[in-house]
């Protein structure tokens, strides 16, 4: 799994008023770790980062494939 970077930077942006620390407290990772992430500086298929982003958005009623690509 990895993160789709891309759509996950929408999500950031229309749903956290582009705020990466609420998105990063939102799926229970690290807010410099997230940074990294949407960075490109680490990898994007953390499976903690993908398991969050998962949940988020079974709690919102969203389709994480949109979000995450599996591989």
């Known amino acids: 799994m990895e ?4 759509a996950i930077k929408s999500l950031i942006k229309e749903r956290f008023r582009n705020n990466t620390a609420w998105f990063s407290e939102e799926i229970g990772i690290d807010k410099g770790y997230c940074y ?21 958005c079974k709690r919102n ?10 591989k």
């Open 3 to 6: 993160l789709n970077l891309l």
């Open 36 to 56: 990294q992430i949407l960075n490109g500086k680490k990898k994007s298929g953390s499976k903690k980062a993908c398991d969050g982003v998962i949940l988020y």
């Open 61 to 70: 009623n969203l389709n994480y494939l949109d979000y995450i690509f599996l």
